[in-house]
C-alpha cells in the first residue's frame, strides 16, 4: 500500500520525502518493525516512541511519523510530521486493514462496572440467534467461536484493527466490544466506525491514570461525543452522569433504568440465588443472574438488541438461557453447605454491588465473610473505601494480595486497613497470602454462610514485581472443595 493512501484523512503538519513509497507494514513498536516499515512514533504516558526512532530505523523502517520535532536528516528515509501521532495511529490501521469497522455493526460497551459482561452477553445473545460476531473484551477475544488471548481491556489500534479484519474475513455480521477509558483517552479507537455505544454506570476508579473524577467522566463522554448520526447512543439513566453522556451527541438517544420512566424498563419481581424474576418493558421473564447490577446489564443487552434490529420477544428468550459471564459473580457450591462466589469487583461500588446482590438472597442465619485485595501501583485512594465497604457489608473480612505489581503487599494492606477504626478492625483480618486468605475464609465458614472472594474474576495470575504467576481463585475454592 502506497504511504499517500495511509494518510488520507490524517492531519499532516509536513511530509519530508516521498510519499509514493509502497509500505510493506506499520509498527508503534520499534521492536516490530520489518524492512519497508512506516513506524509511528507514539507519545504515550510511560513510554515516548520518538525515543526509540533510530531502533526503528535500523530494523528497516522506510517511513517515521512522527508529532515531536525529530532529526530527519537521512534522505532515504520519509518523515511525515501529524498533528496527533495516537489519532494517526488509529486512522491509519483502520486504512492498511482495509477499514474493517465499516464492514460490521460494531458496539462499544463503556462505563466503570459492567462492560465485560454486557459486551459478552451481546456476543452471546447474537450468536444464539443466529448470526456470526465478534467479540473483544477484557476477559477473551472471540471471532465468530474461535477465541484469542486478550491482554488488554482494549487492544492498541493495530491490533485492534487486526482483530476486526479477522471477524470481517470470517463472515461477522457483528461485533462488540468494552471501549475503556484509557482506549477513549489515548485515541485507541480513532478511525473506528460504531454502530451504536452503551453507557453502564461512573464510579471512582483509574485515578491514577485520569488524577481527577472529572477527567476520567470526560473521557467516557468523549465517545459518545464522537458517534455518528447514524449509530445509537444507550444510557442507564439511573446513574447521575447517565444523561451527561448524551449531552453532545448526534447519535439516536435512548435510556434504560430499573428506577423511573425509559425507553427500556425493568421492574424486578423476585430475586434468589439461582437467578432474578423480571420484566423487561411489561414482559415477564426469568434470568439466570443475581443482583440488581446484573438487571442492569441485562437490560442493556436487550436494549441494544432491539436498536439493532432484532425480535423483541425472541431477544428475551434468549436472554432467559443467558448464563453468567467467567468470574462475574460466579457461584461454587462447598460439600459443607456454603457458597463461594467469585467476582472480578476490583472498585468500590462494584464491591458493594456485589455484596448487596448477596444480601438480597442470603437465607436464614448465613453470614457473609469477603476476601478482598487492591491491586498495586493503582488508585490508591480507592483502597480504604474498599475495606470500609467490604466490613460493612460481611461479618467476617480477610484483607489479602491481589497483584500487587512492583509494591509490597503488606503496604497495600496496610493502606486498606488504614480506613477502619478499631471497632472495624475486630472483624478483619490481614492475611498476606491470598491462597492462605481464601483456605481461612472456607474454615471460618459454616453451612448457610457465603464467602465472597473478589476482585480477580476470571484472572489466572498474580502480578509480582513484573512477572505474572499462576493463580486462579476458582482452582483454589475448587481444591479446597474437593472437586
Not at 9 to 27: P, R
Not at 67 to 93: N, P, R
Not at 211 to 229: G, Q, S
Not at 239 to 262: E, R
Request: proline share 2%; glycine share 8%; charged share 25%.
Amino acid at each position: 500500500m502506497k504511504l499517500k493512501d495511509l494518510l488520507k484523512g490524517i492531519d499532516v503538519v509536513e511530509i519530508k520525502g516521498n510519499e509514493n513509497l509502497e509500505i510493506t507494514g506499520i509498527q508503534t513498536d520499534s521492536r516490530k518493525v520489518i524492512a519497508g516499515s512506516a513506524f509511528i512514533a507514539l507519545k504515550g504516558v510511560q513510554v515516548d516512541g520518538h525515543q526509540y526512532i533510530n531502533n526503528a530505523l535500523d530494523l528497516g523502517a522506510k517511513v517515521v511519523i512522527h508529532q515531536e520535532k525529530v532529526d530527519t536528516s537521512k534522505e532515504e528515509i520519509t518523515y511525515v510530521k501529524v498533528k496527533d501521532s495516537a489519532d494517526a495511529a488509529g486512522k491509519i490501521a483502520t486504512l492498511w486493514y482495509g477499514d474493517p469497522s465499516a464492514k460490521l455493526k460494531l458496539v462499544g460497551v463503556t462505563g466503570t462496572n459492567g462492560k465485560t459482561t454486557t459486551a459478552t452477553l451481546l456476543y452471546e445473545m447474537f450468536r444464539k440467534l443466529g448470526h456470526k460476531a465478534g467479540l473483544l473484551s477484557t476477559v477473551a477475544n472471540y471471532v465468530d467461536g474461535t477465541v484469542y488471548h486478550a491482554t488488554h481491556t482494549t487492544p492498541d489500534p493495530l491490533s485492534l484493527n487486526e482483530m476486526l479484519a479477522k471477524m470481517v474475513n470470517a463472515g461477522c455480521e457483528y461485533a462488540f466490544m468494552e471501549v475503556s477509558s484509557h482506549a477513549i483517552h489515548q485515541k485507541r479507537i480513532s478511525g473506528l466506525k460504531f454502530d451504536g455505544g452503551i453507557f453502564t454506570n461512573i464510579t471512582q476508579d483509574h485515578l491514577d491514570y485520569h488524577k481527577t473524577m472529572a477527567e476520567y467522566l470526560k473521557a467516557k463522554k468523549m465517545f459518545f461525543d464522537n458517534l455518528p448520526e447514524t449509530a445509537f447512543a444507550l444510557t442507564n439513566v439511573d446513574d447521575k452522569n447517565g444523561s451527561v453522556m448524551l449531552q453532545n451527541t448526534k447519535a439516536k438517544k435512548y435510556t434504560y433504568s430499573v428506577k423511573t420512566l425509559a425507553d427500556f424498563k425493568a421492574k424486578i419481581i423476585e430475586k434468589h440465588f439461582d437467578g432474578t424474576a423480571v420484566e423487561f418493558n411489561n414482559k415477564e421473564l426469568q434470568v439466570q443472574f443475581v443482583g440488581v447490577f446484573n438487571v442492569y446489564n441485562l437490560l442493556a443487552v436487550y436494549g441494544a438488541t432491539v436498536l439493532l434490529g432484532q425480535d423483541p420477544d425472541e431477544a428475551l428468550l434468549v436472554l432467559s438461557t443467558l448464563k453468567p459471564v467467567s468470574g462475574r459473580f460466579e457461584t461454587l457450591r462447598s460439600p459443607e453447605g456454603y457458597t463461594a462466589i467469585v467476582d472480578y469487583a476490583h472498585t468500590p461500588d462494584a464491591l458493594t454491588n456485589v455484596l448487596e446482590a448477596i444480601h438480597e438472597v442470603l437465607e436464614g442465619n448465613g453470614r457473609v465473610i469477603t476476601v478482598v485485595g487492591c491491586g498495586g501501583n493503582r488508585d490508591k485512594t480507592k483502597r480504604p473505601i474498599m475495606a470500609r465497604e467490604a466490613v460493612r457489608l460481611s461479618d467476617q473480612v480477610i484483607l489479602t494480595s491481589d497483584n500487587p505489581r512492583f509494591e509490597e503487599p503488606q503496604a497495600i494492606i496496610n493502606d486498606m486497613a488504614d480506613g477502619l477504626n478499631n471497632q472495624q478492625l475486630k472483624k478483619t483480618l490481614l492475611i498476606v497470602e491470598r491462597e492462605q486468605a481464601i483456605k481461612t475464609a472456607c474454615t471460618l465458614a459454616k453451612e448457610g454462610d457465603v464467602i465472597l472472594i473478589a476482585g480477580k474474576g476470571h484472572e489466572d495470575y498474580q502480578d509480582v514485581k513484573g512477572v505474572k504467576h499462576h493463580f486462579d481463585d476458582r482452582e483454589v475454592v475448587r481444591n479446597i472443595f474437593g472437586e
